[in-house]
């Protein structure tokens, strides 16, 4: 038999114990994070202490993401060594934790009470009808549904922490795994504190719907600063009119008070796909981008592990509404050896739970990285389909290549385009990987300047590296927060 137990000494941890010869390694393996346990003993017994918790691109060591981790001990099967005894769902702090057999299964630091829809319900309640008293003088962020803490949310963090530093920062994730800005609060999506600071702050700072039934208070601002200049079409404007999803962007479009656009070109189309006519947008770039203009991608290079003077290709995909998974258009592996490059496979957000770390020699899976603007400026080159981060990644002037196989389907079917993109990308469009091996060995991006400035004149005319400044300037004389 095969002891287990859960520590919290140290920091939570997995502690197996079993007899005969110690393992050659213990591991728990998950689609985001892997972790290697210690091992002790040499005689009778050994012992693997596994920390459920792992550090990541040089960043803090932090609780594992929630999810499935597979148990694996070196030659178990072979050497007869059973799976562990079982240990039930245990709360260890920073999260959850139940083992069965071989499977760990980790989540948020949730508690049981009201992680159900019965308790959740209790909490909308007490949300919904809680004392109409005055607000905190606190932002509350959420970027992505909680998944991470970047793009446009982050970067106004940043620049309010250096401008109104006594601002109270709430950070809405959906686990302990989630990087937060120094000095922010975060807060577990579902728990009490989250609603409650949902509920309490000022303003708040979003990038995309929100949820569980979110009623704005008297005197509550909210800024959605959505997360991309748009290519695809998008709430109102998606093919296939459904009343009832019509309804719903409505209904979410007037919780906002503020837009913030990239571009004119964004404030027009936003502002018509959500219904949102007769308030202001604000048209002032995107503060993910300031860093794109003067940044430095040096430490971000190191923190990935790639050594100086090698070429690097990112590969960022749209997701796709037929699938769950990153598209299978490119295989890594082949692409770093053809090109003689590194090559970064950054699946979409909606991608990164249900998805798995691409792996291969030269290939770094960055999905879970959690700041897209610091991989845009490490990049030589950018491999996308219909992804808005082009809008982005033009900021820097550095080659763009379209692989786009499925442009029929996407484009007729999936969710149809606001413009012609085979008539105005600004770098080749491609079919197939080896099409796209061809296109960056001709390097001919002289055949796209005049195109490039023109894309360039037309979306990223304010994306100066002073976005986060004007945008925080608005939110600071408007007094939607005290300094």
Known sequence: MTDARFTTEGGPALVLSGEGERPAAVELVGSRARVVGRLTGRGRTWRATLPLRAARWGGPELPLPTGTYEL????????????????????????????????????????????????????????????????????????????????????????????????????????????????????????????????????????????????????????????????????????????RRAAAVVRESRRWNILLAQNPYAARILGKAYAFLSRPIWVEGYPRNDVLASGDGSATRIALGIRPGERVLLYAPTWRDDREQIVDFVDPAALAAATDSVVLVRGHSRTLLPGRDAEGPRVIDVTGFPDTSR??????????????????????????????????????????????????????MVRSQDELVAALAADDRERYDERYDIWRAKFNARDDGHAAERVVTRILDQGLIEP
């Open 375 to 428: 991989l845009l400026l490490v990049a030589d080159a950018l491999i996308t389909d219909y992804s808005s981060v082009m809008f982005d990644f033009s900021v820097t002037g550095k080659p763009m290549y379209f692989l786009v196989p499925d442009m029929e389907h996407y484009r007729g079917e999936l969710r149809g385009f606001y413009f012609d993109l085979a008539a105005h990308a600004p770098g080749p």
């Open 72 to 243: 694996r001990v070196a030659d178990a099967a072979a050497r007869g060594i059973p799976a562990p005894v079982a240990l039930p769902l245990t709360q260890l702090g920073t999260l959850r934790a139940e083992l069965e057999g071989w499977t760990l299964r980790v989540g948020p630091p949730m508690n049981p009470a009201y992680d159900s829809g019965e308790g959740q319900d209790a909490l909308e309640r007490r949300y919904a009808t809680r004392p109409r008293t005055g607000f905190e003088n606190a932002v509350f962020f959420e970027s992505f549904y909680g998944r991470n803490a970047s793009c446009n949310p982050l970067a106004i963090d940043r620049e309010l922490t250096r401008r109104a530093p006594g601002v109270t920062r709430y950070w809405s994730v959906v686990d302990l795994s989630v990087a937060v800005p120094e000095g922010a609060v975060p807060v577990v999506e579902g728990s009490p504190e989250w609603w409650r600071a949902r509920g309490a702050a000022r303003l708040l700072v979003v990038n995309d719907w929100l949820r569980r039934r979110f009623a704005r208070r008297k005197g509550q601002v909210v800024l959605q600063t959505w997360h991309g200049t748009p290519l695809k079409r998008l709430a109102l404007h998606r093919p296939g009119f459904d009343p």
